[in-house]
Structure formats: structure tokens, C-alpha cells
Nanobody
Framework: QVQLVESGGGLVQPGGSLMLSCTASGTIFRIVEMGWYRQAPGKQRELVATTNAGGGTNYADSVRGRFRISRDNPMNTVYLQMNNLEPEDTGVYYC??????????????WGQGAQVTVSS
């Protein structure tokens, strides 16, 4: 089994910065993709940013240019640096991993969620 453990998050004023990190552990043969999704109160979960095994990245339009996703492959860790935060960025941020926990198939795993609140 695979576990994703997140850290970071908290309360920040508009214009401030935060960093989230997520480490995958357990039986891992290969990581296809890791990324971050978020869910604001009363809204559906949405993609924030992802990074794949080849180093490619994908960002939601609303965060492009303000957020940066990066990955430490040997440590199976993904980071999300969030700059110039806006109140609309408030929500629970979930780490997501598409990971081979066997040699033949991959599954999707989720972290427990980290609260990010942007407010003055």
C-alpha cells in the first residue's frame, strides 16, 4: 500500500506565500505523476498543478505564474510553492499520486488534505 503524507499550509495574508510538501511512502515501483488538487467550501475539487515522471508540469490557469510545483524524485516528494496568494486560493489542498504499487498496474492515491486560508 502507498501513503501520501502532506505538510505545510496554514493562515496567510493576501499577497503572502506558503509551501506545501507531500511525501509518498510504502510499496512504490514507479511514480507516474504527482500533483495537487484543492477544494473550496461548497465547490468541487479542482486541479491545481501536476508533474509527471518526465518532469513535465501542468497548472490551472488561475495559479499559473504564481504557484510552482517541483519534485524530489529520490525522496518521492512533491512541493507546491504558492506565491502572491489570493483569498480565492483558500481551500483544502490534497496531494495526489498516480503510482505503481505493483509491477503491472498503477493506482491513484490521495493525501489527507492541508488547509490553506488566505485572509487579512
Amino acid at each position: 500500500q502507498v501513503q501520501l503524507v502532506e505538510s505545510g499550509g496554514g493562515l496567510v495574508q493576501p499577497g503572502g506565500s506558503l509551501m506545501l510538501s507531500c511525501t509518498a511512502s510504502g510499496t512504490i515501483f514507479r511514480i507516474v505523476e504527482m500533483g495537487w488538487y484543492r477544494q473550496a467550501p461548497g465547490k468541487q475539487r479542482e486541479l491545481v498543478a501536476t508533474t509527471n515522471a518526465g518532469g513535465g508540469t501542468n497548472y490551472a490557469d488561475s495559479v499559473r505564474g504564481r504557484f510552482r510545483i517541483s519534485r524530489d524524485n529520490p525522496m518521492n516528494t512533491v512541493y507546491l510553492q504558492m506565491n502572491n496568494l489570493e483569498p480565492e486560493d483558500t481551500g483544502v489542498y490534497y496531494c495526489n499520486g498516480k503510482i505503481y504499487s505493483s509491477m503491472t498496474t498503477w493506482d491513484e492515491f490521495w493525501g489527507q488534505g492541508a488547509q490553506v486560508t488566505v485572509s487579512s
